[in-house]
């Protein structure tokens, strides 16, 4: 008899089928296979694009070592250790890999004990001079039982399937956040260096200012100049002088930001002032296909994808009946040395059927429910596709023109200093009214601040189109998928946009 039902068992979890779509990975919204319509620049103003460099060899792993700065590269060496945003996201990878261990257990028998001893007493009793007494019977119990589901429609298996995809995604996950984080760093670094040389701007303009002013009220005593010229120079030093000071706000903002990013207190993190490099680096984008394979965001997102996928098959596995085994035996004996021989023994094997005839729809919208998630994250992956190649034909063009720009902006900015000291050189001469200073030295600071804007949007930018080409980050970076008996998990190519319908099977709801 237990031979029997022990062969029985087996049958049933060896061919047991899986019901349920197996996954293939569906196409993104549209073919990537084209170039990047930003790829290539074109001539602005009689500036001609130059290819990008160091193109694609720059070191995908500490990319921001393109940078040649080395108070970068110790912050950045930092957001791994330090970042708490990246610390909840492995938490939560940890959690999802507990997930799998909980989901895998009912492949497996379950073993449970009990035990017991009890003194009974009944309602009548013998009267005494000291008072009732009852009879009492006192009984003694230990016993064992065995429960094992067994998995004829791959219910569990799918439960696993989903979970173990579902753990990619949360590595994915912190891949992703760990790049937003680095390109924080980036940008928020470069902005900082930028403000330090904001403020050697504004302090260089608060000292010619004040030569000025010098010269304007030398000239007043002269009574070659009138308190109106004084009044003015006066004007654009405090202007100058404000500026130069909330410069140093902004700095400090920076600064900490920086701090957090490196998951720091704000009182820890000093960084001393310093000129920006000298070259930004520029990239090229590579093969458009390749990015699916580099951003750690689509990997979640198909991985996402691949687990709603599986939850269809736990849903449609609830239309059909399950099969447990739950052996058990009881030892039971009013006598403690008489509760282990055989004769106490009460047991009982065999298998078992449950399953749900009649539920008002209840599965069939569970069903129903579970595809409509499953388009839910295919649409999700489609639009993550989307937005990535957005990001970075947005990037590339920024990194195009925002060099164009920067190089005629700098001839601007030349020839707006060159303008400002021929007009102090007139005034003093006398040909020219103090207003025309003025409107040469305003120009000029306006330049210089709009040079220094286009370099820390270069700055951002370059560091903007690492992150959207996926950093040093690989689809073949993610764990291995759980072993699953009865699962291929074989990576399947993307299916054709409008597959074939498949063949019903006679264990197919619909």
């Keep these: 008899m237990k031979r029997r039902t022990a062969t029985f068992a087996a049958a049933l979890t060896l061919c047991g089928c899986m019901v349920g779509p197996d996954y293939q990975r569906p196409p993104p919204a549209s073919d990537p296979s084209p170039p990047y319509k930003e790829a290539t620049g074109a001539e602005v103003y009689g500036v001609e694009f130059r290819p990008a460099l160091p193109r694609d060899t720059i070191d995908r792993g500490p990319w921001w070592n393109a940078y040649g700065d080395p108070v970068l590269d110790q912050l950045a060496a930092q957001v791994d250790v330090s970042n708490q945003t990246l610390k909840e996201n492995e938490a939560a990878y940890r959690q999802a890999v507990a997930l799998i261990r909980q989901s895998q257990s009912p492949l497996y028998p379950s073993l449970t004990y009990s035990g017991g001893a009890a003194q009974t007493s009944s309602a009548g009793g013998v009267r005494s001079t000291s008072g009732t007494v009852g009879n009492s019977v006192g009984s003694f119990t230990v016993g064992t039982a065995l429960s094992w589901e067994i998995d004829v429609w791959g219910n569990i298996r ?23 984080a680095q390109s924080s760093l980036v940008s928020a670094y470069f902005s900082l260096r930028i403000a330090d040389e904001a403020i050697q701007l504004y302090k260089a303009s608060v000292a010619a200012y004040e030569k000025s002013l010098q010269i304007v009220r030398n000239q007043q005593i002269s009574g070659t100049a009138s308190g109106l010229d004084v009044a003015q120079a006066e004007t654009i030093l405090e202007q100058a002088r404000a500026l130069y000071t909330a410069e140093f706000a902004t700095r400090a903002q920076l600064e900490h930001s920086i701090a957090a990013l490196v998951g720091k207190m704000p009182a820890e993190v000093t960084i001393k002032p310093a000129p920006t490099p000298r070259n930004v680096p520029t990239l090229d984008a590579g093969v458009p296909s390749t990015l699916l394979e580099r951003r750690p965001d689509i990997a979640a997102a198909e991985r996402t994808m691949a687990s709603a996928n599986a939850q ?21 004996s009013t006598m403690l040395s008489a509760l282990l021989q055989i004769g106490s023994a009460v047991w009982s094997i065999g298998p078992q059927l449950a ?18 998630n499953y388009d839910k994250a295919v649409a999700t992956y489609r639009q993550t596709v989307i937005t990535a190649f957005q990001q970075v034909e ?3 063009a920024q990194q195009h023109y925002f060099e164009i720009q920067e190089q005629i902006q700098r001839r601007a900015a030349t020839s707006a200093r060159e303008a400002e000291r021929l007009s102090l050189n007139q005034y003093e001469a006398g040909t020219v009214a103090y207003t025309t200073v003025i409107q040469a030295q305003t120009t000029a600071l306006s330049a210089e601040q709009t040079l220094l804007t286009i370099r820390q949007n270069r700055f951002t930018t370059s560091a903007t189109l690492i992150t959207a080409l996926g950093g040093g980050w690989n689809d073949k970076m993610l764990p291995p998928p759980v072993f699953i008996p009865g699962i291929d998990q074989t990576p399947q190519p993307a299916v054709p946009a409008t597959p074939a319908p498949p063949k019903k099977k006679w264990w197919w709801p619909f």
């Design 158 to 180: 799918r439960t696993i399937e989903s979970d173990s995809a579902a753990a990619q995604a949360s590595f994915a996950d912190i891949a992703a956040a760990r790049l937003s």
């Design 355 to 372: 399953g749900t005839a009649f539920d008002a729809g209840g599965r069939a919208a569970q069903v129903e429910g579970a595809r409509a």
């Design 312 to 332: 269809i098959g736990v849903a449609v596995g609830a239309y059909y009946p399950q099969f447990t085994f739950d052996p058990s035996i009881t030892f039971l």
């Design 394 to 396: 947005d990037a590339l």
